[in-house]
Structure formats: C-alpha cells, structure tokens
C-alpha cells in the first residue's frame, strides 16, 4: 500500500462532462491505499477461504427486477460483444450483452477461464463483492474523495494522473481504447482487454492502474454535484462520505447507484473519456461487467 498525505484539495472539473461540475474542495486526513487492483489470484484466494458467492453467480429475484425477461434471470454477467462496424452510440446493447454463466472465474462466459490470468485485475464484482473482499482483508473501500486525491497523485487541477497531455510523445499512459469506439479497437497501448496490473507507469503517489483498465468501486452513493458544492473557504467539508442512495437512482430505476472511478480499457475520447481522476460514473450495485474492479484503503482514525 502507498500513504497519500491528508490535506484540502480541489475535486472534479469544469472542463469535460456535466456529472464533474463543479470544482469543490475537500479536506481529507491522510491514508494508505492499494497500489494495484485486485487481482484475480487475490480474490482467489478470498473466495477459497471464506466460500463468498458473488452477485454474478447467484440466480436473480424475479420480484426484484419485475419486467424482466423471465429467461434471463440466471447467473450471469454483463460482458462487452464489439460491434463490426460504427453503430449508434445512445444505445449500450449495441455492445454489451448479459451472459449466463459470466462470472469472476469465467469471465467470457461458459468454458472460458481466469487461469494464466492471475496477475489481471477481477472483473464482474458487484459492489457487495468488493465490501466483502476488503472487510475480509481488513480494509474499507474508499470514498469518492478519497480516490479522486489518490487518483491525482499530487497534481491537483491536471486532468490526468500523469498530467496535462492526453498521450505524453505519443504514447499512451494507460490501457484505455484507441480507435472509434465500439468497433475499432487500434491497440495502440497493447490490449484489447483488460492488462496485468501494473502494467503502465504510476502515478506520483506509487499507484498503479489509476485510469483505465478497470473502473473502481467507491463507497459513495451517487449523487448530483450542485453549485452549493463549491463552498467558500469556512464550510469545505472534511472527509466527506455521501451515506444517503435517495437520489442515486436512475430515471425509473429501481437499485440504487454507487460512485465508479477511473474508466476502463473501454473509454474512447469519442465516447467515454473518463479515464480522468475528476470523471464519475453511476453503477447500479447489483451490477457486475468486464470492466469493473476496485481496490482498497486503510484509514488510521
């Protein structure tokens, strides 16, 4: 684990999506953190010691999701499918499809594996696999705030972690996509999925991974940034933690949505460019895809 020093700093962006806006300080306390994802061989060895079932890979409740298709309330997982030639971009089942038998330990499905894949980060965890892993290890996952400064890694208002280029020489600096999204994958950075932990250069607070690869689970419900968020030097918040899920739901949704962090292998300028420390992303906590991980922190208070 790395120590990312506690102090104020300011948080999200005016410059890219809605979601980010406004800049706001907060004050944090000090803490370690993961320097790498979780691995897949980690969480191995968590679901070996204590039998966890994951979300993916327990039949759903009919009650819950009540226009369902009967059919596809199995176990199963989100996986990405790439489209063979440009298709509308307001509509996600043009590239994702919910897979039976997806889960941690198969995550393309039936007949696939995690073998030869240990260093890679575990993918199709829903937020209750994550909070259980890290009470297992002894660990909390950390809040919005708290990943956003350790995402930064002391350079605060620069809109990656490495700095302020997109692609520093012309190289990229995470795994993320290059190409038009959802077809075109150039592989420019070597991968086409997601890559071995610690694979890119880290940040200047030692952490791995911070954009890319594998969105973050936070403990953070979601919830609108407002102009009120931006507080004048006697009200910015310390160690702030948004315990409410009143407004994170979704229009006619009815699961409630946590904050993810750090974007994936699938962000593309051209459509998700989000593998940005101030870009937020809302994930309903059942859900669980090929795109998603986290890592853990310690706090000392």
């Avoid at 750090?262 to 059942?286: M, T």
């Amino acid at each position: 684990m790395s120590w990312v020093p506690g102090g104020t700093f300011e948080l999200g962006s005016n410059d890219f999506y809605p979601e980010e806006r406004p800049v706001h300080r907060v004050t944090l306390d000090g803490f370690w953190i993961d320097e790498y994802l979780v691995s897949a061989a980690e969480f191995r060895r968590f679901v070996r010691e204590t039998a966890h079932v994951t979300v993916a890979e327990r039949a759903l409740d009919p009650e819950r999701y009540p226009d369902a298709d009967l059919s596809l309330l199995v176990p199963g997982s989100l996986v990405f499918r790439k489209a063979v030639g440009r298709v509308g971009l307001d509509d996600v089942r043009n590239w994702w499809e919910y897979l039976p038998g997806a889960s941690w330990k198969r995550p393309g499905g039936k007949g696939t594996t995690i073998n030869g894949r240990d260093r890679h980060p575990v993918t199709h965890v829903a937020y209750e696999d994550a909070e259980a892993y890290a009470v297992w290890a002894g660990k909390e996952l950390p809040t919005e705030a708290e990943w956003e400064v350790a995402a930064r890694g002391g350079l605060d208002g620069a809109p990656f972690t490495w700095g302020d280029e997109h692609e520093p020489g012309g190289r990229p600096c995470a795994n993320v996509w290059q190409g038009e999204f959802p077809w075109q994958n150039l592989k420019t950075d070597g991968y086409e999925g997601t890559s071995p932990v610690g694979s890119f250069p880290p940040n200047g607070h030692g952490l791995f991974d911070m954009a890319g690869n594998v969105w973050e689970w936070t403990t953070d419900w979601f919830h609108p940034l407002r102009p009120e968020d931006a507080p004048g030097p006697c009200c910015i918040p310390v160690n702030p933690r948004v315990t409410s899920s009143e407004e994170s739901y979704g229009p006619g949704e009815t699961i409630p949505r946590k904050v993810l962090k750090g974007g994936s292998h699938l962000c593309a300028p051209n459509y998700c460019f989000r593998y940005r420390p101030a870009a937020r992303q809302a994930e309903a906590i059942d859900t669980s895809t090929c795109h998603i991980g986290f890592r853990c922190i310690v706090r000392l208070g």
